[in-house]
């Protein structure tokens, strides 16, 4: 009865202590839980048989009993410049594709992940938002997004890998899956990703900085601004009027930064609407005494009507925040010609799937 009770169990998200407590009560010694711990994230082994510190006899119950679910690669688009995107399907609990983006760079990858299928917050630059809200993702979902995207491209990994929550959903509002997947992520023990080399990336949603505020660990914290007033910040961020920017920007003065840590600031450049210098000079004022730092993002046109901000506009917007002592910096988004936007994959898949 316990065999059936157990079987299949999907241990992919689980925590050391989770998993110490599942081979406890499959009738094994607990440390077997580290050691199979260490083995999905820090070797990245899925298969049970690879594990060969474990027993035959372990093996093989673990082969009947249990499962290392990893989400099916749907399809990648490679882009010019080296970036690959995932299209994920997940079919524990509703259906749903997700996405995921590795960026290969000299020293380093970049791995960007979804932390919801679709989203509900409904900004107006973003296509995911037409997607509505599908559901969250699990932890185990979540990890498995690097995971699956560091195992595609093992023959060519660097040795630092950066992740970014910055796909598709609010992570904020899907707080205790993100945190437990962050915990496993950031673990020494587990994929040991720094800290420091970790952004999640929220709309402003002010009960969640205040939560992430109290973490022992944690990301970096970035917020999408991409507006320099309330007015503005309403028309392209609904969840702009449940949280205005001053209580905002106070939520983000009291966050207990530690040493070499900073917030970050993103700012998507949409062409005649929020990119002029007197733009420029309110977002300086909103983050003086801020120990911030700014990506520019210059908007790519796509499907939305927005248009791409002249380069001399860009320049002059950075230049207002170089002055008044704001580290800035002008990111272009990658893998353009492999579709830029979160949620434009989920998008043409959908379109794909329909014609
Ligand atoms: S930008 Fe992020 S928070 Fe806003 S709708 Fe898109 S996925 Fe959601």
Known sequence: MGGNLTKSINLLGKSAEELRAILESLGEPAYRGAQ???????????????MTNLPAALREKLAREAAINLPQIVRRYRSSDGTVRYVLALDEGKPAN??????????????????QAGCAVDCEFCLTATLGLIRNLSAGEIVSEVLVALDDNRDS???????????????LLN?????????ILLDPNGLAISPRHAALSTSGVIPGIERLAREKVRPLLAISLNASSNEQRDKIMPINRKYPLEKLLDACREYP?????????????????????EDARRVAKLLANLRAKVNLIPW?????????????????????????????????????????????????????AAS
């Open 300 to 352: 790519n046109p796509g499907e939305l009507p927005f248009a791409r901000p002249a380069p001399a506009r860009v320049a002059e917007f950075q230049k207002i925040l170089v002055d008044k002592g704001i580290l800035t910096f002008v990111r272009d988004s990658r893998g353009q010609d492999v579709m830029a936007a979160c949620g434009q994959l989920s998008l043409a898949e959908a379109a794909a």
């Open 257 to 277: 930064l530690r040493p070499r840590e900073w917030l970050l600031f993103e700012y998507v450049l949409l062409g005649g609407f929020n990119d002029s210098p």
């Open 175 to 183: 707080y205790d899956a993100v945190m437990a997947a962050l915990r």
């Open 157 to 171: 990994l660097k040795p630092q890998t950066n992740i970014v929550l910055m796909g598709q959903g609010e992570p």
């Open 36 to 50: 199979i711990y260490h083995a999905i994230y820090a070797e990245r082994r899925f298969d049970f048989a690879a």
């Open 98 to 115: 997700i996405e995921a983006v590795f960026m290969p760079e000299e020293n380093r990858q970049t791995i960007c992940i979804s932390t």
